[in-house]
């Protein structure tokens, strides 16, 4: 079952409820503020001082970075996507009862490439974002900016990243050498992944299960939170929110662009499935 929801401030809302799942959609970014398995807790985070405002980018559950990832010179950081009102394309429920979604995305400036969004909503997630590139060549970054809820960052350890180099943008990241990841706070770290595919596991003692994450087509996996300060720092997040979340994002970040000819396409993707800690 879908209903829409219009809020005050004109954002549209898709409430989901499946006999798997239930979950929320905004179709300002396609962005998912919630997705819970049945008999589970809330899987992502979503910030208690969240901005819910046309042309904001909601602060937790799955932002959308497109057609590129991170700070431009001549557009907002992360992409058009996240601020973008996307249109709903198609809807239907597979022979599982899982319900699939797909929404498009057809900027006005035709030189940016165009996005379909393919969710599929069930005890498991899985989101396939399609670049078509129309009339210019692209260079493409993107990510899937999960922001995970957690039970406490210090306890968790993300499993899956060990062999791989990262580079770290945050400006005082934390200082440890263990593996796997054991987050203590602030941390902002691209991964370039040598294949495209892979599984990330979230573990998570205090709430007991871990979050997978597998991933196809994507080279760089981003892990971030900004710390109590820098979480501090922010309005729309806040002090005591900063050990509630991690970000593990799925996508491809610079340097692994991609560079598109007009007429080709690109799909990354991800599945994401919790379980109780073993
Ligand atoms: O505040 P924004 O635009 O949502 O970005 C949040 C963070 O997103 C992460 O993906 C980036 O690696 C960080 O550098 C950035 O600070």
Redesign the pocket.
């Known amino acids: 079952m879908i209903s829409e929801r219009v809020t005050d401030q004109g954002l549209t809302f898709l409430d989901v409820e499946t006999p798997f799942c239930t979950a929320s959609l905004c179709m300002q970014g396609a962005h998912l503020v919630s997705w819970k398995p049945a008999g589970q807790q809330e899987c992502l985070f979503l910030s208690p001082k969240a901005v819910f405002s046309r042309g904001k ?1 909601i602060r937790g559950g799955i932002p959308v970075c497109w057609p590129w990832f ?1 700070a431009a010179e001549n557009g907002p ?2 992409g058009i996507a996240r601020t973008s009102e996307w249109r709903l394309h198609h809807q239907e429920t597979d022979m599982r009862g899982n319900l699939l979604l797909s929404l498009a995305l057809y900027p006005d400036d035709a030189g940016q490439p165009a996005a379909i969004l393919r969710l599929t909503l069930g005890s498991s997630l899985a989101m396939k974002l399609e670049t078509t590139v129309r009339r210019l060549p692209c260079k493409l970054t993107e ?1 899937f ?1 999960n922001y995970f809820a957690v039970g406490n960052l210090t306890k968790c350890r993300v499993l899956g990243l060990e062999n791989i180099s990262f580079r770290e ?1 945050a400006a005082q990241p934390m200082k440890h050498g263990e593996r796997p990841l054991a987050p203590l706070g602030c941390l ?1 770290r691209v991964y370039d992944c040598p294949d495209h595919t892979g599984k990330i596991i979230l573990e998570d003692p205090v709430m007991n299960r871990s979050i997978t994450v597998e991933r196809e087509h994507a080279s760089s996996v ?1 892990v ?1 939170n900004p710390g109590q300060q820098g979480a501090a720092d922010m309005a729309d997040l806040g002090a005591d929110s900063w050990n509630k979340f991690l ?1 593990v ?1 799925t996508g491809n970040a610079s340097p692994c662009a991609l560079h598109l000819a007009p007429g080709q396409s690109h799909t990354v993707c991800q599945k994401i499935s919790v379980a109780p800690l073993a």
């Open positions: 980018a991170g950081a992360h990510a900016h943008y902002d981003i971030w970000c994002e």
